[in-house]
Each structure stands twice: as structure tokens, then as C-alpha cells.
């Protein structure tokens, strides 16, 4: 479980020092999904800046430069590769033909050793799964719809991206892990972050949430690209179904079975136990509806909560209801 959050502000109207309590802000609400290690990217000077470091963001400083346009940040649970090593923590630096840009990951990957082992990208010191979606944009040597669709499609996993390439130009590739991504148009500024939650604490701290706004909405299969003036354009990739390490793609008879077994083989990565997830499908939770909650701690605990209060009702009406 990571968080991505971030900011782009296309007129400039904004105090510096009101966007640098926001990037603070919303970093520190998005510990709420890791505390590892937390890290922004932005430009400066038409170059690609990033700094990260293995501690939680609250005990870290974020403070991008007067005339920074956005600001791309994430914090991170580790799932692979140590987060003590900060060459593991996002965002991570790229360069794809004449671009440079900065790319973070929300969600797991879980073919990047085979294409590395099938020789589709080259071994790395960087062991995180997420870098090989970076190394895949790299590969095609331009950065663009086609090669996040590209790269989108061949990565196998959960998964939402961003980017922030050094004109100023953010993209959002919205796999199947959360995103809510909001527009002030008064203001002239975008704000995003994985989830509502982390949305809502970041702007009432800063009295945001007091602005006009507007959700924009992003779904499964989405690439979006928001310039430096504030245009949005879209375009498209094809998400894949689960795919199994040691099958083919499902048939039908075979799905539900593999995909709890998926489920609870990763849910790990979430800091999630593995009893919980056995107990929501017991309880008669599919597994989309328990991915749903992977990605929003708080529908999580909830939902468990009550789960297990209604199984102890249901045990104590068991044990002592009825005749006897």
C-alpha cells in the first residue's frame, strides 16, 4: 500500500506558501498508506528535481521553490525492495528520448523479474517492482500516450501511475488502484491523491476545502494529461485481466478460485492478514469488493469491524439462542 498525491497550478496565483503548506499537507495525510518513505518531484529550470528520503513524511521538510508549476510526491509502503536503500523509494528518474521525467506507482507488480529474466528490460540495482513500468517507458524512447499505453499494457499487477515530465505536463495512468483528482478552476489548480480520505485531511488543513471545486473523474483504463496551461487530454489502454504465475489467462470455471487465491498470496503487501481477507469472503465479499478495500484503509477497518461484530452475534445466538 503507497499513496500518490501532488499538485499542478496552471496560473500562478497561488502563494508559494500556500502550496508549500499543501505539498506538506497532503504528504502528511498520505502517511495514512505508508511510512517508509515518502518523496516530491518538480522542476526547476527546465530539470527534472527529486528528493525522497526512508522516513515518514511527517519528519521531513517539503518545500519545492518559489515558481514551482506541480509538484509530484508519494509515500510509500514497502512491498520489494528495502526502502532503507533510498535508491528503492519513488519517485523514480527517467529519460525517454529528448524528455526527462519523474514516475511514482501506487500497487504491486508482479511480472517485472520475468521481463527482466525474458531480457524485455535490463537488470537494474533498483529492486522495487515499479521500476521496471519506468524502465519500459524508457525503452520506447519517448514519452507519450503510446508508450504509457504501451508500458501500462505490459506490466501485470494493481496499479495507478504518475508522471511529471519536465515541461510541467503530469500524467495519470488509473489502473485498477484508487485516484481522486479534483480541480479548483477559480484558482487555476489541480490536486490529486489517492484517496478521498487523504484528500479531504490534506485541504481542510489548509482551508482548501472552502474553494469551489470539481471532481475529475478517472477510470480503469485512463491516461490522462493535464499541460502546463491546465488542458486535460485523454487516451486510452486496455487493462488486463489477473493473470497467474503458473497459468494462462482464466477461463470462467477457473477464475474465482485463482483470484482468491491472488488475493490472499498479496493482500500481505497491504499490510493486510491474510485471516481478515479468509473472513470477508467467508462473510460473502467477492473479491473485487475486498480489492476495493485494500486500496481504502478505512472502508477496511469498517468493514471488519462490523464483519466481526455480526460473526460474534451470530456465534452468541448460536451457542445460547434458540431451545435448549
Known sequence: MCSLFG????EGIMPHRILRKLTQALANAAEERGTDAAGISYIRNGEVVIYKRPKPAHKLHFNPPDGTAAVMGHTRMTTQGDGKFNYNNHPFAGFAGDTSFAFAHNGVLWNDKELRKDKVIPDTHIETDSYAACQLIEQQNKLDFESLKFMAET???????TVLDDNNSLYIIKGSNPMCLLHFKDIGLYVYASTESIMKAALRKIGLHKFAHERVETDEGDIIRIDRTGDITRSEFEPKLYRSK????????SYYNIHEEMLLAYCGCYGVDSEDVELLLEYG??????EEMLM???LLHETLRDVKYM???SLYESCYGGAW
Open 155 to 161: 506490466v501485470e499487477g494493481n496499479f495507478t501511475f
Open 311 to 313: 460473526c460474534g452475534e
Open 246 to 253: 503458473y497459468m494462462s489467462w482464466y477461463d470462467d470455471s
Open 296 to 298: 481504502d484503509t478505512n
Open 7 to 10: 499538485w499542478l497550478d496552471y
Open 285 to 290: 465479499y467477492t473479491c473485487d469488493e475486498i
